[in-house]
């Protein structure tokens, strides 16, 4: 049996860490108690080096998941058979992993796929239960459910990971001390626990379709593990909101044109120049078929403005065709329901094709709060190049291109420097 090479296997784990720890963490988590939640995270980190060990020198198996479930409940089962704690864990499942007889069984079913599915939505309620500082609950959730490490979630929170393990470090201590369960929440709390959840994976998602990982701009598989927990809630008849929907929708739409975003060397293709005819029509059509059904009287959310915005993107047949004067609008509504400054420079961007390049430099002009975000300098340098001032366009392009470690983004602004 020929061994498997390194970096395939690394490649491999690493996939596998994004989409499979955060199923294993949230079933172990469900049988020990959250309580434990450290324990859960040391099995299944124990699960990821054994596969990586034991791969780099045997064949990759046919089905790698179904070998980490099998790896991780084995663990689980020595770690109740070697330590004994029954009082520690779920009282729910106390009783029975005690016997010889019924713990095998129990942490069997545990891994069915429905139950996989509660176990992940118990874990995204628990990682946002109320008594975790609100700065901490989204922290928790990425690391948890969603596999990002400190540095990614620092990025998405324009902050540093010294203060991302202080955060989740903050809400381990609120679990153990108040003793959080993973339980479902009421149908009366379910609103606002769902707003956290949902803020979560809109990060989780942005982090894919933007990263802050220097060689990688698009990382589909964050992508795809923000919609697939997103498509939990949408299941579940308490979670099913309308908000869940127009979140999905707007990820579907967002990633629809994942595949048309760089060239085969790498190199950025900007909005304008996609090839449209290679946009990914049926993640599209689901787009607007979660639309549909997010539109419920009384309930609008910044969501659904989003989903808007990038709908019309969807649906135009050329950029210049692009209806930018009803895109315009919705970012008017979208600030009213977000008022923050990346909103304000997303508005500022459309109204320089809805309105004037003009109005556009005066209105990014105005935005405070992103002296150390790139893409504000970008756009602004973008104007100005568009406006024939040739020497400003420069100088902002250059104050982008040191505020950004992405390699694909210096290469396209060094690009635009060389024009000017």
Known sequence: MSASTPDKVNELVDHLFRHESGKMIAVISRLLGLTNLETAQDIVQDTLLQAMNTWSYRKIPANPSAWLYAAAKNKAIDFLRREKRFREISPQYAYLVQSEWSLTPTIHNLFLENEIEDSQLRMMFACCHPSIPAESQVALTLKTLCGLNNNEIARAFLTNDETIS??????????????????????????????????????????????????????EDLCEEAMRLCLVLTRHPLTALPRSKA??????????????????????????????????????QKGFDFMEAAAEP?????????????????????????????IYHLYDLLYLAEPNPVVAMNKAIASAYAISKQKALEELQQIKGLEKHHLYYASIGEIYFDLNQKEDARTNFEKALHLTSSQSEKQLLLEKISFC
């Open 166 to 219: 202080k955060r989740i470090y903050r809400a381990k201590e609120k679990i153990k001390n108040e003793k959080i369960d993973l339980d479902i929440p009421v149908k009366e709390e379910m609103p606002g626990r769902v707003d956290t959840v949902l803020k979560s994976l809109y990060l989780l998602f942005s982090e894919g379709y933007h990263s802050s990982h220097p060689e990688k701009l698009i990382r």
């Open 298 to 326: 009384f309930e609008v959310s910044a969501y659904h403005f989003e989903a808007a915005i990038a709908s019309l993107h969807a649906a135009a047949p050329s950029f210049e065709q692009t209806d930018w004067k009803s």
């Open 247 to 284: 979140l999905l929708a707007l990820m579907c739409f967002q990633s629809s044109r994942l595949n048309t975003r760089l060239d085969d060397k790498g190199n950025i293709i900007l909005l304008k120049y996609q090839d449209r005819s290679k946009w990914n029509a049926a993640l599209i």
